[in-house]
């Protein structure tokens, strides 16, 4: 369990295919981090398999990679990171499960010297779940939803995300890893499955 407050931004090192995974090695100087710990890397709980001095490493096998932007990454590329919550730690961002529902491709980037915003289009199946001033994580980052237009929304980056995340730098076309918000998802799953 994460809460989208993305800690830092980290260097890919290599992205190798083994027999049924993919190995992502990361960049990380974390010395309080254990084989088999949970990090969320761009909002998807990994599992660390590889654990050396300046570096860790995550077998990505093909469930995750056909459901996230996992398997475009390729060495040099930055990714967000954030390690799994601790109780009695405050919560500052939502319930993040690091389960990813989806990609959803940046259609625009407004920035102007007042705001920077994010459009975003996300899969028919997941829009259900994107409701006003309600949640979602982005490529890991806990976000409020700013607006909703048609089949798209919006999500606004204060200058802290932009500086500590790599949302404002995601070419357009970007499939953004999706992690939809937990209570909706949860509520109108069993309002469906009640009225049936």
Not at 138 to 146: E, F, K, N, Q, R
Request: charged share 20%; aromatic share 4%.
């Amino acid at each position: 369990m994460f809460n989208g407050i993305v800690e830092k931004t980290v260097k890919v090192l290599g992205a190798v295919d083994g027999l049924k995974f993919r190995r992502l090695t990361l960049a990380c100087d974390w010395e309080d981090v254990r084989s088999g710990e949970s990090i969320a890397v761009n909002g998807c709980c990994l599992t660390i398999s590889v654990l050396e001095p300046g570096r860790l490493g995550f077998d990505v096998i093909p469930e995750t990679l056909s459901k996230t932007n996992l398997g475009l990454l390729k060495a040099g590329d930055l990714v967000n990171v954030e390690r799994a919550l601790r109780l009695a730690d405050r919560i500052d961002g939502h319930f993040v499960q690091g389960h990813i529902d989806g990609t959803a491709p940046l259609v625009e980037r407004i920035a102007n010297e007042s705001e920077c915003r994010l459009l975003i289009e996300p899969p028919a199946h997941l829009a259900q779940y994107i409701i006003p001033k309600g949640s979602v994580a982005i490529d890991g980052v806990s976000l409020t939803v700013a607006a909703i237009k048609g089949n798209r929304f919006e999500v606004a980056l204060i200058p802290t995300t932009l500086n500590l995340t790599q949302l404002g730098s995601r070419p357009i076309g970007w499939p953004l890893n999706l992690e939809t918000d937990i209570i909706s998802k949860t509520i109108i799953s069993w309002l469906e499955r009640r009225q049936s």
